[in-house]
């Protein structure tokens, strides 16, 4: 079965940091670019980060730049979001999805997501 | 950054009749490649997003064929032929001709 899993969101304090974990199944995960996107509380969608297959590509939103940090471990099957410096503002479910670039730049495949809430 | 812009952000609709959605762009999404990365998504209440439509106008697996998407340019429409129930949430157009990835703000279908 194809299947994103996220993990490690957390209550955390302005300031704090958080890595956020996203297990793949049932598709080629080492082949596949994927993206983290995030949904703040009654909101719409924000593109937070995306890397290529290998890791060495990749791209932040400017929200985001400077503080987090997309990365994978194709051995694992797992891409990551290393954030620091968190804000209210980064308060948000964060989903991860794979994006295939070559069947039409779509985000075809979703996880359910892991809540991050940033407050004191 | 390209601006997504949906009409209307509120849609009642009545079971079995038509829907429509609109999504502008704040510039041309027309690639290099002459591709237009324009893609619609579909999210139930609690549920992830989900993919409906992309390169404007083609249906990805397993969505039905009563949905259909049109445009060019910066001028799209995502159009329901018949509401059924299933079909209540939001709706997203967005944006992957240009880095960084763009969404619309959202459109909210629910049944009168």
């Known amino acids: 079965e194809v299947q994103l899993s996220e993990s490690g969101g957390d209550l955390v304090q302005p300031g704090g940091s958080l890595r956020l974990s996203c297990v793949a199944s049932?598709?080629?995960?080492?082949?596949?670019?994927m993206t983290w996107i995030r949904q703040a509380p009654g909101k719409g969608l924000e593109w937070v980060s995306s890397t290529t297959s290998s890791g060495g590509g990749r791209w932040h939103a400017g929200s985001v730049e400077g503080r987090f940090t997309i990365s994978r471990d194709n051995s694992k099957n797992t891409l990551y979001l290393q954030m620091n410096s968190l804000r209210a503002e980064d308060t948000a479910v964060y989903y991860c999805a794979r994006y295939d670039h070559l069947s039409g730049r779509i985000f075809d495949i979703w996880g359910q997501g892991t809540k991050v809430t940033v407050s004191s | 950054e390209i601006v997504m812009t949906q009409t209307p952000l509120s849609s009642p609709v009545t079971l079995g009749q038509p829907a429509s959605i609109s999504c502008r762009s704040s510039?041309?999404?027309?690639?290099?490649?002459?591709?237009?990365?324009l893609s619609w998504l579909h999210q139930r209440p609690g549920q992830p997003p989900r993919l409906l439509i992309y390169?404007?106008?083609n249906r990805f697996s397993g969505v039905p064929d009563r949905f259909s998407g049109s445009g060019a340019g910066t001028d799209f429409t995502l159009k329901i032929s018949r509401v059924e129930p299933e079909d209540v949430g939001v709706y997203y157009c967005a944006q992957t001709t240009q880095f960084g990835i763009t969404f619309g703000q959202g459109t909210r279908l629910e049944i009168k």
């Open positions: 390169k404007i106008s």
């Open positions: 049932g598709f080629p995960f080492s082949s596949s670019e």
């Open positions: 510039k041309s999404l027309v690639h290099s490649d002459g591709n237009t990365y």
